[in-house]
């Protein structure tokens, strides 16, 4: 005899957003990559426009880690699109600067950014846009705005016991 499935009580919000987000990445990747640019690049070019910043507060920003954001600035160097330059406050800091290139890719890039997102939101008939972003809005700035540690005796399902 076989155990029934548990019934599910609430909608999969989980599956929802992250099927969504997937495939917004996949389609945000597919349109960045016509300019030669992955979404990592535009968002430390986005950054770094914004005000002089370091290398370690654009991988916060863009909630990359260290080896991830040296690759990232190093493709982005290569491009001739930024450079790593001193602070103009602190001398020992070292600062990610956008060239005159840079700043023209950005602009492109960020009309690339926002035609993928208004095309997926113009999919929905517009009073459920409207409440869509409200609700998102809400949640991101209230119930989940904060991560919970995983912790740290938790075992994976695969791990085996022996």
Do not use: W, Y
């Not at 997102?117 to 409440?131: I, T, Y």
């Amino acid at each position: 005899m076989s155990a029934m499935a548990p019934a599910r009580t609430e909608s999969d919000l989980s599956f929802l957003l992250d099927r969504t987000s997937h495939v917004l990445r996949t389609r945000m990747a597919a349109a960045l990559a016509e300019i030669g640019l992955t979404a990592r690049m535009h968002c430390v070019l986005v950054h770094a426009m914004e005000e002089e910043r370091t290398q370690i507060q654009l991988a916060e920003l863009g909630d990359m880690d260290k080896t991830t954001m040296v690759v990232t600035v190093d493709a982005l160097e290569e491009a001739g699109l930024a450079e790593r330059r001193p602070s103009g406050t602190d001398r020992r800091a070292r600062v990610i600067a956008v060239t005159e290139k840079g700043a023209e890719v950005a602009r492109q890039s960020q009309r690339i950014v926002d035609g993928v997102h208004r095309a997926a939101l113009d999919s929905l008939p517009a009073d459920e846009r409207e409440v869509l972003l409200r609700a998102m809005n809400r949640l991101v700035t209230g119930h989940l705005s904060t991560p919970v540690a995983a912790p740290s005796n938790a075992r994976r399902a695969r791990e085996s016991t022996r």
